[in-house]
């Protein structure tokens, strides 16, 4: 993986300095534990509170959040990785022959090229909406989330998230491919290609198309660095992440 290991929890499992085999999912079942009467794991202290646990994965989750959405909002963010690259819409995709017999393939590049960043240029307004999704989140859902499969965060950023993120993301994306030239180098390619005898009509949404794929390439990311943290716990701490997982 290109990226960083942008751990979704990789500020979960901010764990303490030991270097302790335990994970952070066994510190934080203990830490539910403690404030459940459950038993399971080991505790990382008694006497935490419901908002202690829900603090921890709170501020667990911002921090990996912003180590995502700052990777892929890097320049080449999301171009450079086969993972998350955004192609040309299936539209365009259907005519490449076409285009590159005309010698427009590097027009449809072009415009690949800014699909991608204009992605990386929106992908910082992701950040306070995945923060507020956080913020809402319950003891119930902090527990889901611990007992749930590799992706149960990014699932749930998804179920609670998902709408406000598309209507966010959209005018920001309108924006961005405006800027970066993609609708001007898009709209050449299409004056060209329609003064093409005998060609189909080819008719692409840029904007919808670069939003959906953006949303994509962030949940994407999102599981990748909850499966990781789920197994490689990080081993650096802050208050809140020593009192609730132990250090």
């Known amino acids: 993986m290109r990226h960083m290991v942008i751990s979704l929890s990789v500020a979960l499992a901010l764990?303490?300095?030991?270097?302790?085999?335990?994970?952070l999912f066994d510190k934080l079942q203990g830490a539910i534990g403690s404030v459940t009467g459950q038993s399971g794991g080991t505790s990382s202290g008694g006497g935490l509170s419901q908002s202690?646990?829900?603090?921890?994965?709170r501020e667990a989750l911002?921090?990996?959040?912003?180590r995502v959405v700052s990777s892929i909002g890097a320049n080449d963010g999301f171009n450079?990785?086969?993972?998350?690259?955004?192609?040309?819409?299936?539209?365009?995709?259907?005519?490449?022959?076409?285009?590159?017999?005309f010698g427009l393939s590097a027009l449809a590049d072009d415009i690949e090229l800014r699909l991608n960043r204009a992605a990386e240029a929106a992908a910082p307004k992701t950040k306070e909406l995945i923060w507020k999704a956080i913020s809402s989140m319950t003891l119930d859902d902090a527990m889901a989330i611990y007992k749930g499969p590799d992706d149960a965060a990014a699932q749930y950023?998804?179920?609670?998230?998902?709408?406000d993120l598309a209507a966010t993301l959209k005018p920001v994306v309108d924006?961005?491919?405006?800027?970066v030239?993609?609708?001007?180098t898009y709209d050449q390619l299409m004056g060209q290609y329609k003064a093409l005898p005998f060609v189909p009509d080819v008719k692409a949404n840029l904007s919808q198309h670069t939003t959906d794929l953006a949303l994509k390439g962030l949940f994407h990311y999102l599981a990748a660095e909850e499966a990781e943290i789920r197994k490689n716990p990080a081993k650096r701490t802050t208050e809140i992440l020593s009192k609730v997982f132990g250090g």
């Not at 911002?62 to 912003?66: A, D, I």
């Not at 950023?157 to 709408?163: H, R, S």
């Not at 924006?175 to 800027?179: F, T, V």
């Open 157 to 163: 950023f998804k179920k609670v998230a998902t709408n």
């Open 80 to 101: 450079a990785d086969p993972a998350i690259h955004i192609p040309l819409p299936p539209q365009l995709q259907k005519v490449q022959g076409l285009l590159k017999k």
């Open 52 to 57: 202690d646990v829900t603090a921890g994965l």
């Open 181 to 184: 030239g993609a609708i001007s």
């Open 175 to 179: 924006s961005s491919l405006a800027e």
């Open 62 to 66: 911002k921090v990996g959040t912003e």
């Open 15 to 23: 764990l303490a300095p030991d270097a302790s085999a335990q994970s």
